[in-house]
């Protein structure tokens, strides 16, 4: 069951002393009888995670219960032993599921091609973002459709005028390339302080586990290399932020052109809402945005957050957004939840409604254990790469209908589904009306007029 | 295992110091020049052995880019042990040391043990900061002071170990107080009535958790 990876020391067998467990939990599959997830979490908040691929989980949870119910019949359990079993099952979030959940099937060729009519043209744009947010898209579509997601490319264009348009991006990204030759020597001297001796160091550690990257001299590298400082020296505002190439890093597999790549990079940071680099305001808006939405949305995990000391910073939901989900889920899972961000359907901040979504679905432990600030944040560490991407998407659609269906939405997250801070491809639009809630100091609303 | 008492600990430092590396080199005895690169933090943990007693050292490891910073300084709090990182090969990172420290004294509480780490010194024909501007710098600010190598794992355990053992003094001499979670410092399960035990044994003492069969 637990096979440890070659080469390591761990024993083929363990044993857990349940009564020292903080909890035991079970995450089944949707659509997979028993297949998921038990997960095992020590009072030390270690956690130990067993994937059931072939089923039998169903048969540890009578198991558990019978001796649930044993321990529950005994003396009252004070002795801080484990308390907590429970089965987390898919079943429950039915009824909070947005109402055009598992009406869109991904988006497949065949049904691209139906989308464009004879020139390449989009007949209708909405209709891929709902598509694409609500069923994902096939892997082989990805490098034409993401440009297009992303804005770097317009739907309203024709194959041909979409070619012209690559072609003039390309042209200015060669030009890009050369703007640190022209450099004055002081400013390249800065430029190298800055920026280039943390691109060289960061460059050979983005996904060195990735055949398309690892290697020494490996060109890809020196590919994400160029790029990176191109962008730098373009934005010497944004200059070079760590994360930058693992966002990158993606981009370049799939897009495969270094211009087309540097083209979606420079999109996916001016664009998005995505916040690219930790400025403490960039940051401070978007988790102030988090925390209203965790009142509204996921209000037993928000009062508990409330109670502990420094919980409302969020620092675990940091990572989530610096690197937009990609080192808390495997791969594929983190680039359909970036694809569902990029469609922007009705929100632009739909990377808001993802965090929430994990709290509301890998949080209760963090609530009925009492966690303070830092285990919390090694609850969620421990969690990476082991959560349901699937889940996690589904829940985080239906938050934000649930959020769309308010009768009144606060003030202070007025800006969150408008159209008002990015027009275009980041379209959405507002349903209820605006209450204003109240300000520290007497300070003006930011939704007033 | 169970252990008598847990110590937070913290890596800071400038970014390619080699921070990861020496909590990999110390957690799990192997040098991976190429690991991802740090966003946020990530945590290491292991058991060591002080005065007969177990101590379970719990390990914060930062991202070290300047961007980072005001994240950074959220992680000092409850830290009891710090382990402030420059590269002997960069005098840039050295240059940097007073103002990590002015942040680590900032937000941390004031009992926090720090040990200042030449880190690379395996790499003698690139030296750019002499052993004893390091051995200075810290005499100067009261810091605890080794040379190591991640990559050799020269010093390596005795850097984390000799912090753990001088917080275990400052515990012993009555300086932190072992009750307040505040200071990094928690006892283990078996000073609780519970006895005993612990959720123990194989895969789960690691690191971290998780693990696919």
């Given at each position: 069951m637990?096979?440890p990876p070659?080469?390591?020391?761990?024993?083929?067998m363990?044993t857990v002393?349940l009564?020292?467990?903080r909890?035991?939990?079970v995450f089944l599959?949707p659509?997979?009888p028993g297949?998921?997830?038990?997960v095992?979490?020590?009072?030390?908040?270690?956690y130990r995670?067993l994937?059931?691929?072939?089923g039998?989980?169903?048969k540890?949870v009578?198991?558990?219960?019978?001796?649930?119910?044993?321990?529950s019949?005994?003396?009252a359990a004070d002795?801080g032993g484990?308390?907590?079993f429970?089965?987390?099952g898919?079943s429950?979030?039915?009824d909070?599921?947005?109402?055009?959940?598992?009406?869109h099937?991904?988006?497949?060729e065949?049904?691209?091609?139906?989308?464009?009519?004879?020139d390449?043209r989009?007949?209708?744009?909405?209709h891929?973002?709902r598509?694409?947010?609500?069923?994902g898209?096939?892997p082989?579509?990805r490098?034409?459709?993401?440009?297009?997601?992303?804005?770097v490319?317009?739907?309203?264009?024709s194959?041909s005028?979409?070619?012209?348009?690559?072609?003039r991006?390309?042209?200015?990204?060669?030009?890009?390339?050369?703007?640190?030759?022209?450099?004055s020597?002081?400013?390249?001297a800065?430029f190298?302080r800055?920026?280039?001796?943390t691109v060289?160091k960061?460059?050979?550690?983005?996904?060195?586990g990735?055949?398309?990257?690892?290697g020494?001299?490996?060109?890809?590298?020196?590919?994400l290399?160029?790029?990176?400082?191109g962008?730098?020296?373009?934005?010497?505002?944004?200059?070079?932020?760590?994360?930058?190439?693992?966002?990158l890093?993606?981009l370049?597999v799939?897009?495969?052109?270094?211009?087309?790549?540097?083209?979606?990079l420079?999109?996916l940071i001016k664009?998005?809402?995505a916040?690219?680099?930790p400025?403490?305001?960039v940051m401070?808006?978007?988790?102030g945005?988090l925390?209203?939405?965790l009142?509204?949305?996921?209000?037993d995990?928000y009062?508990?957050?409330?109670?502990v000391e420094?919980?409302?910073?969020l620092?675990?939901?940091?990572?989530?957004l610096?690197?937009c989900f990609?080192?808390?889920?495997?791969?594929?899972a983190?680039l359909r939840?970036?694809?569902?961000c990029?469609?922007?359907?009705?929100?632009?901040?739909?990377?808001?409604?993802v965090?929430a979504?994990i709290?509301?679905?890998?949080a209760?432990d963090?609530?009925?254990?009492?966690?303070?600030?830092d285990?919390?944040?090694?609850?969620?560490?421990?969690?990476?790469?082991?959560m349901?991407?699937?889940?996690?998407?589904?829940?985080?659609?239906?938050?934000l209908y649930?959020?769309?269906?308010?009768?009144?939405?606060p003030?202070s997250?007025?800006s969150?589904?408008t159209t008002?801070?990015?027009?275009?491809?980041?379209a959405?639009?507002?349903?209820?009306?605006?209450?204003?809630?109240?300000?520290?100091?007497?300070?003006r609303c930011p939704?007033?007029r | 295992?169970?252990?008598?008492?847990?110590?937070k600990y913290i890596?800071?430092?400038?970014?390619?110091?080699?921070k990861?590396?020496?909590?990999?080199?110390?957690?799990?005895?192997?040098f991976?020049p190429?690991?991802?690169?740090?966003?946020?933090v990530?945590?290491g943990?292991?058991?060591?052995t002080?005065d007969?007693?177990?101590?379970?050292?719990?390990i914060?490891?930062?991202?070290g880019?300047?961007?980072?910073?005001?994240?950074?300084r959220?992680?000092y709090?409850?830290?009891?042990?710090?382990?402030?990182?420059?590269?002997?090969?960069?005098?840039d990172?050295?240059?940097?040391?007073?103002?990590?420290?002015?942040d680590?004294?900032?937000?941390?509480?004031s009992?926090m043990?720090?040990m200042l780490i030449?880190n690379?010194?395996d790499?003698?024909?690139?030296?750019d900061?002499?052993?004893e501007?390091g051995?200075?710098?810290?005499?100067?600010?009261?810091?605890?002071?080794?040379?190591?190598?991640?990559?050799?794992?020269a010093n390596?355990?005795?850097?984390?170990?000799?912090?753990?053992?001088?917080?275990?003094?400052k515990?012993?001499?009555?300086?932190?107080?072992i009750?307040n979670?505040?200071n990094g410092i928690?006892?283990?399960?078996q000073?609780s009535?519970?006895?005993?035990g612990?959720?123990?044994?194989g895969?789960?003492g690691?690191?971290q958790?998780?693990?696919?069969?």
């Open positions: 637990a096979r070659p080469g390591s020391e761990a024993p083929e363990f002393d009564g020292q467990a909890s035991v939990r599959t659509g997979d297949c998921g997830q038990l095992l979490c020590s009072r030390q908040s270690q995670i994937h059931f691929h072939c039998g989980l169903e540890l009578c198991l558990l219960d019978g001796w649930k119910h044993l321990r019949a005994g003396p002795d484990c308390r907590l429970s089965v987390c898919p429950e979030q039915a909070t599921d947005h109402p055009e959940e598992g009406r099937d991904p988006l497949s065949d049904l691209w091609q139906r989308m464009v009519d004879h390449g989009l007949t209708d744009p909405d891929l973002r598509v694409v947010f609500f069923g898209l096939a082989s579509l490098s034409t459709v993401w440009p297009l997601l992303l804005g490319l317009s739907c309203s264009d194959y005028e979409r070619q012209e348009h690559r072609h991006l390309a042209e200015e990204f060669e030009r890009i390339c050369a703007l640190p030759d022209a450099m020597l002081s400013e390249r800065e190298q800055l920026v280039v001796s060289d960061d460059v050979v550690r983005t996904e060195p990735n055949p398309f990257f690892c020494r001299a490996n060109p890809n590298v020196q590919t290399r160029r790029i990176l400082l962008f730098a020296a373009a934005n010497p505002f944004l200059g070079y932020t760590q994360g930058m190439s693992d966002l890093a993606p370049l799939i897009l495969g052109e270094p211009a087309d790549a540097f083209w979606a420079d999109a664009r998005s809402a916040v690219i680099c400025r403490d305001d401070d808006v978007q988790l945005y925390r209203e939405l009142r509204l949305l996921t209000p995990f009062r508990h957050l409330s109670t420094d919980g409302l910073e620092l675990f939901t940091h990572r989530w610096l690197l990609k080192r808390e889920f495997a791969e594929p983190a939840i970036w694809e569902a990029w469609s922007c359907q009705q929100t632009r901040h739909f990377s808001l409604f965090c979504a709290c509301a679905a890998y209760a963090v609530t009925d254990s009492a966690m303070n600030a285990a919390i944040l090694l609850h969620f560490t421990s969690l990476s790469q082991h349901d991407g699937d889940v996690v998407l589904r829940k985080a659609r239906g938050l649930q959020f769309l269906s308010l009768d009144e939405v003030c997250l007025a969150l589904c008002e801070d990015g027009a275009g491809p980041w959405g639009r507002r349903l209820a009306p605006v209450v204003c809630k109240g300000h520290d100091g007497g300070a939704a007033a | 295992m169970s252990y008598a008492y847990l110590f890596i800071i430092g400038d970014t390619g110091v080699g990861s590396c020496l909590l990999l080199q110390f957690t799990d005895k192997r991976q190429v690991h991802d690169l740090t966003i946020g990530e945590f943990a292991r058991m060591i002080i007969g007693k177990q101590v379970k050292l719990q914060w490891d930062t991202a880019q300047e961007a980072f910073r005001s994240i950074t959220s992680y709090r409850g830290a009891a042990g710090a382990l402030l990182v420059y590269d002997i090969t960069r005098r990172t050295f240059n940097h040391l007073t103002t990590w420290l002015e680590a004294r900032q937000h941390s509480n009992n043990v720090i030449g690379k010194s790499l003698e024909s690139r030296r900061v002499k052993r501007e051995e200075a710098f810290a005499r100067e600010h009261g810091l605890i002071f080794m040379e190591t190598s991640a990559k050799t794992a390596v355990e005795e850097a984390f170990i000799n912090t753990a053992k001088e917080i275990y003094e515990i012993q001499e009555g300086v932190f107080d009750n979670e505040a928690k006892l283990g399960p000073h009535p519970a006895a005993a612990g959720m123990a044994a895969g789960l690691g690191s958790g998780g693990g696919c069969c």
